[in-house]
């Protein structure tokens, strides 16, 4: 059975790993960007842990910050506004050898759970950058597609979407 908690300061290795395997070289999260997340915002960085023999191993995550803007910036990756009103998620990812069993609705409804009750101030929205095959996903658990993003990050195209809490 799997396990969601928040990240601790000594897996960022980990999720840097994970980011890794599961994004190109152009949308990856550095290893000091993460442990900004982790250290500035440690209630939005949320670890999905499967047991072993004698320990659990992260198969996957989901990293967000709080933001004065109504979408994903690229300035938005790189800092957390603490007094920021919204909830930016910058990275969800699920092991390759753990995909197609619902995990990453599952780390996306339990952030929108805790914005929903614990987070606080409670944000006024949820964003999110997509990639077009990844849309009907995140509509599944919620999100309303905008329209396609002004954030050009790694040079692609992704589309903004917005989920309100």
């Known amino acids: 059975m799997v396990n969601i908690r928040n990240i ?3 897996e960022t290795k980990q999720v840097a790993h994970l980011e890794d395997m599961c994004f190109p070289e152009n949308e990856r999260a550095s290893l000091k960007t993460i442990a900004y997340r982790v250290s500035q915002a440690p209630e939005l960085q949320l670890g999905l842990f499967a047991p072993t023999e004698h320990t659990t191993t992260l198969i ?3 990293m967000a910050t709080r933001t004065s803007s109504e979408s994903v910036t690229v300035d938005s990756m790189s800092k957390h506004e603490p007094k920021g009103k919204n909830v930016a998620i910058h990275s969800l990812s699920v092991h390759p050898a753990h995909r197609g069993r619902g995990y990453a609705k599952q780390l996306i409804k339990e952030l929108q ?3 929903e ?3 606080s101030p409670k944000p006024r929205i949820m964003t999110l950058l997509a990639h077009k095959p990844l849309i009907s996903l995140y ?3 919620g999100f309303k597609l905008i329209g396609e993003s002004a954030c050009k990050f790694g ?3 992704w589309y903004d ?3 309100e809490i």
């Open 139 to 141: 509509e599944e658990v």
């Open 155 to 157: 040079g692609d195209t």
């Open 117 to 119: 009750t614990t987070v």
């Open 8 to 10: 601790e300061k000594s």
């Open 113 to 115: 759970f805790r914005c």
């Open 60 to 62: 996957g995550h989901l």
């Open 161 to 163: 979407m917005v989920y």
